[in-house]
Each structure stands twice: as structure tokens, then as C-alpha cells.
């Protein structure tokens, strides 16, 4: 911790040998290598195999690391952490305010502008399938989306146990679904109002949660979907 503390070792550099380090430090090299695993853990160092030990160059990580370990150890801790945040958040901000560019103003604008963007999309969602409550919401990793779920849920209108996932993998296959309903909805060439853009969309959608088999009313099968949909408007077979 010394030499980097020095600026003698600097993130992303290699370490000496083993034997450099013990000469350099006086201790055996079973002493040594229990203090690289420990530093290795709370993630000041990198240790790959094939390429030897580097100090790590996200040292965020390493602050996360010490006080992950302390709140786990010392609860009572809690506390003290919180009233030290308070003071070193309104210190960060009032700096902030007097430093900061047009850039960097303009960056909060669109920040803010897309969280209140996430939430209304988020928020009336949830307003439709209030009856059936996700256990999980998947989205992109836009910035927006962590502040916007978390501000539904302290405002009691998503539950605290709902995962929020931020994957690309399964938000691309939301993605690659809602492509599908796009080219079905192309020969259209437009709609006149909102009234009929809803109901026409809703009705694809339905539409292709029965063929998906996501009714469990209606039976698999093009005849038993026909029969279905005629029962739903009261057509006679």
C-alpha cells in the first residue's frame, strides 16, 4: 500500500517478482503471498493467470470492498457511515454547482429528463398490470432505469422484492418481439387517431398471445383459436 501510495507502483503496473518483494520488504515469501491474496480479495490487486499480479486500475472497487467488509463486521457502523454520506454529499454538490460547465449541466438536463421519462413509461405500465404484479422488470442499461425503478418503490407502487435486470441479452429478445409486432403492423400504412392506433395494436397483441399459447382459456390449434375468438364476440359457428 506504501508504494502506491508513493506513486511507486501506479494503476494497471506489474508488481516485482516475489523475491524483489522480499528483499525490498524483509519478510519470507509464505508471509508475502498471504498479504497479495488479501489485497487480492478487497480488489487492489489484479491477479491473472499467465500474466502475473497488477494493481488494479478501478480503485472504486477497492473502497467498495473495505466498506462492504465493515458493515458485515461492524452493524452499529451503519450509522456513522450515513451522517458521514450526508456531509460529503452536500460538500460534493455545493461543489459541483460552483464548478461545473455547460457541459456538464446540459448532461444532468438529459439525465433527468430520461429518468422522468423511465418512470412515466415504468409508472403506467404498472398501472395496467396492477393485477398481476411483476417479480421482475427488464430493461436496457440506461442510467435512467435504476433511479426510476427505485423511485416507484419508495413511492410504494412497486414492490421491494421486484428484481430489477439490466440485460442486454434479455432486453434485445423484448426488442426482437416487439420487431415482429412492427412488421404486422407496416401494411397498415398508418392510423387515423390514438382510438384506433390502440385498439388495432391491442388486438394484434392478443392475437398473438393466443397463437403463442399464452391463453390458457383456449385450446392449441387454428380451430380451437377460431372457436375461441368466435365465443369472445358472440359469432356463431
Request: charged letters at 25%; glycine letters at 8%; one cysteine or more.
Amino acid at each position: 500500500m506504501g508504494l502506491i501510495a508513493t506513486g511507486d507502483l501506479k494503476p494497471g503496473q506489474r508488481l516485482p517478482s516475489e523475491r524483489e518483494l522480499c528483499v525490498r520488504f524483509g519478510t519470507g515469501r509464505s508471509s508475502l503471498r498471504e498479504a497479495l491474496r488479501c489485497l487480492s480479495i478487497v480488489g487492489v490487486l489484479n491477479a491473472r493467470v499467465g500474466e502475473g499480479t497488477s494493481i488494479a486500475v478501478n480503485g472504486d472497487k477497492f473502497l467498495g470492498k473495505i466498506l462492504e467488509w465493515r458493515l458485515i463486521t461492524e452493524q452499529h457502523d451503519i450509522e456513522n457511515l450515513m451522517q458521514v454520506r450526508i456531509g460529503l454529499e452536500g460538500l460534493a454538490a455545493a461543489s459541483a454547482a460552483r464548478t461545473g460547465s455547460e457541459e456538464n449541466i446540459r448532461a444532468l438536463e438529459t439525465l433527468l429528463g430520461n429518468t422522468r421519462a423511465a418512470h412515466r413509461l415504468l409508472a403506467e405500465a404498472l398501472t395496467i398490470m396492477r393485477n398481476w404484479p411483476p417479480s421482475s422488470i427488464t430493461t436496457d442499461k440506461l442510467r435512467s432505469y435504476p433511479e426510476a425503478t427505485g423511485r416507484l418503490q419508495r413511492d410504494h407502487q412497486l414492490s421491494r422484492v421486484t428484481r430489477h435486470r439490466t440485460s442486454k441479452y434479455l432486453n434485445n429478445i423484448i426488442e426482437a418481439d416487439h420487431g415482429a409486432l412492427k412488421q404486422v403492423i407496416k401494411p397498415t400504412r398508418g392510423f387515423q387517431s390514438m382510438k384506433t392506433t390502440t385498439a388495432t395494436i391491442k388486438g394484434f397483441e392478443i392475437m398473438r398471445m393466443i397463437r403463442r399459447g399464452h391463453c390458457l382459456t383456449c385450446k392449441p390449434g387454428v380451430g380451437n383459436e377460431i372457436r375461441f375468438v368466435n365465443q369472445l364476440f358472440h359469432v356463431a359457428a
